[in-house]
């Protein structure tokens, strides 16, 4: 039942964009009647944003997409062309299932890959392919466990795609933490695999800090659960992904920003 409301929202959406006015958009593009610019989002959502962004045209019909930011996070809004309504919160692409909130989300808040050290990571798939998405992953992570398999799978597809997996223990498993310090040590996805079939994890072999170098590192980029992946463009996605989903990902890069220069400024009511 949560699934089934935004996919009626999204129904309702679908429909051409002129459906939702008295007026419209006759032969001509949207933008042609219909315009919107940071400074007048930014009177629209003063109360509920710190700044605005960046406005260009959503892939949802009869919406401007703003980028907003609030508490430095950065987040999708959506203003119907009418600009008398803001949607905030998932929207579904009915075609494949796909978040599109959660995909502009991690759009906006990109982090810098090469920031990200990987001399600790381990290895899943090939040294030698083209592709590297890095995720930070906790040893008694029951979601981590699943997604393993489902990395092992885009592996076993495109051998172009590896892993690389950061230990990162949450507070909330109790053992994770003496566990991912022994894997750093061994560096064994053996011993990562032993731990999310809930083997018992010998103590670690050595001393090391790497553990909490990724805690806070993680923290620092705004991680704060697992798994989550960091793809090479540095888009960020937390939660679990089957291996479909990984590859569509990866296949689809992101928008580049775009700021309100690219969209027309207000010449009108733009009702």
């Not at 009915?94 to 959660?102: F, H, Y």
């Not at 566990?179 to 011993?191: G, H, N, P």
């Not at 980029?221 to 939660?239: A, C, Q, Y």
Request: charged share 25%.
């Amino acid at each position: 039942m949560k699934r089934l409301l935004p996919i009626l929202l999204i129904l309702c959406w679908a429909l051409p964009a002129q459906a939702f006015m008295k007026e419209g958009c006759g032969a001509g593009k949207c933008i042609d009647c219909h315009t919107l610019n940071v400074p007048e989002a930014t009177k629209l959502l003063h109360k509920g944003v710190d700044q605005v962004l960046a406005v260009r045209l959503s892939e949802v019909p009869g919406f401007w997409l703003v980028e907003a930011e609030k508490d430095s996070r950065k987040f999708p809004l959506y203003i119907d062309f009418s600009k008398k309504y803001v949607f905030a919160g998932n929207i579904y692409r009915l075609q494949d299932q796909s978040n599109i909130t959660s995909e502009r989300q991690s759009e906006f808040n990109r982090v810098d890959v090469s920031k990200i050290p990987v001399d600790d990571a381990l290895l899943l798939g090939s040294a030698d392919a083209k592709i590297k998405v890095i995720v930070f992953t906790d040893p008694e992570c029951p979601f981590c466990k699943r997604m393993h398999a489902q990395m092992q799978e885009v592996v076993k597809q495109d051998p172009n795609v590896a892993f690389l997996l950061k230990m990162f223990p949450l507070k909330i498993h109790p053992g994770a933490y003496e566990a991912a310090k022994t894997i750093v040590c061994d560096k064994s996805l053996e011993m990562l695999q032993n731990s999310y079939d809930g083997k018992q994890i010998p103590p670690p072999l050595c001393e090391t800090k790497v553990v909490d170098q990724n805690i806070a590192l993680a923290h620092q980029l705004g991680i704060h659960s697992t798994p989550t992946m960091v793809l090479p463009d540095g888009r960020v996605f937390p939660g679990f992904k089957k291996a479909a989903e990984i590859l569509r990902l990866l296949a689809s890069p992101a928008a580049p920003p775009e700021s309100s220069a690219a969209v027309p400024s207000s010449r009108g009511a733009g009702k």
